[in-house]
């Protein structure tokens, strides 16, 4: 699962694939950005010695496209992504060498104020969907009882900061839409992400309670994506089903390849492929979550935490 190719990338400084599934900057971008870290993220800078004051890195990517929850959506995808389990097994080791070069009260120090921005759930939600399964309400029971043990994890490692992004309006999606004769989202599948949302949310509350020197922002990207979808033009759109990138139906019945049409203007579509956000929308989102409020982001926004 790779972007490394046109026309991804194509608003990006350079105008070159950079591995984003978008035209442009995604929201880890604009979130670092706003965040006062250079700009595109230097995912894996060098640790120095341990006298340094910038011994450690200004951010670093886990992340892989394709990556879900469940082991199953991984298996999936033949191996060709990085499941959530092992991102966090490279995490471990990255603190491994970061308390070997600097001690262990320092890298303590630095991930209990760094903040774990976690993106997960949508994949799982639609490899449910294509593949059956358990009954709706025990597929989700499954997604939050394996992410708990994986947020866990993560604290246990060191972090102590976790902004959560919620799973959007997956049904709204391009390539869900077309599945419809009439274009319209796929209610079934926002059900889903609804579900999923609030069990996330309540997760993370309890966890707070639980662990007690544990804090987060939830970003219910159900939310922010609807009020888009509801009032379009506030926010400058003026395409809200189709992708930019693509071919068929909506753009959505071939990804955005190097064979593919793409609109002129980026900056009006909600959609770049048939699953990913514009830079623009992604730009919209971040902004929300790091200085947005309730029912958006709770119970703190994104800057809110980084001042805890």
């Not at 006298?51 to 394709?66: L, W, Y």
């Not at 966090?88 to 262990?104: H, P, Q, R």
């Not at 309400?137 to 900061?161: C, P």
């Not at 804090?215 to 003026?238: K, L, V």
Request: proline residues 3%; contains cysteine; glycine residues 10%.
């Amino acid at each position: 699962m790779k972007a490394d190719f046109a026309h991804n990338g194509i608003d990006f400084a350079g105008g070159k694939a950079t591995g984003r599934f978008s035209n442009g900057k995604n929201s880890a971008d604009f979130i670092s950005e706003q965040l006062g870290l250079s700009s595109p993220p230097p995912y894996l800078s060098v640790i120095k010695n341990a006298g340094d004051t910038q011994a450690f890195f200004n951010g670093i990517n886990f992340a892989s496209a394709g990556a879900g929850i469940l082991d199953t959506t991984h298996a999936k995808l033949q191996g060709e992504c990085l499941s959530l389990s092992k991102q966090i097994d490279y995490l471990s080791t990255t603190y491994a060498t970061m308390v070997e070069k600097a001690g262990n009260e320092r890298a303590q120090a630095h991930l209990a104020k760094s903040i774990f921005v976690i993106v997960i759930g949508s994949n799982d939600i639609f490899g449910y969907k294509s593949n059956g399964g358990a009954a709706t309400k025990q597929f989700v029971s499954s997604l939050i009882s394996t992410l708990q043990g994986q947020i866990k994890r993560i604290y246990n490692i060191g972090a102590r900061k976790f902004a959560f992004l919620g799973t959007g309006p997956v049904g709204c999606c391009p390539s869900l839409r077309r599945q419809s004769d009439t274009g319209e989202c796929k209610a079934i599948a926002n059900s889903i992400s609804d579900l999923y949302n609030e069990a996330a949310s309540s997760l993370l509350r309890e966890m707070k309670t639980e662990l007690g020197d544990m804090n987060y922002s939830f970003f219910n990207s159900t939310f922010a994506m609807q009020e888009i979808f509801n009032h379009p033009s506030d926010y400058g759109f003026t395409e809200v089903e189709a992708a930019c990138c693509g071919l068929g139906d909506l753009n959505a019945k071939v990804a955005c390849i190097p064979i593919s049409l793409y609109c002129s203007n980026r900056t009006n579509h909600v959609f770049w492929d048939f699953y990913h956000p514009t830079e623009a929308t992604a730009g919209i989102l971040a902004a929300d979550l790091i200085d947005g409020s309730g029912p958006h982001v709770y119970p703190v926004n994104v800057r809110q935490l980084g001042a805890l």
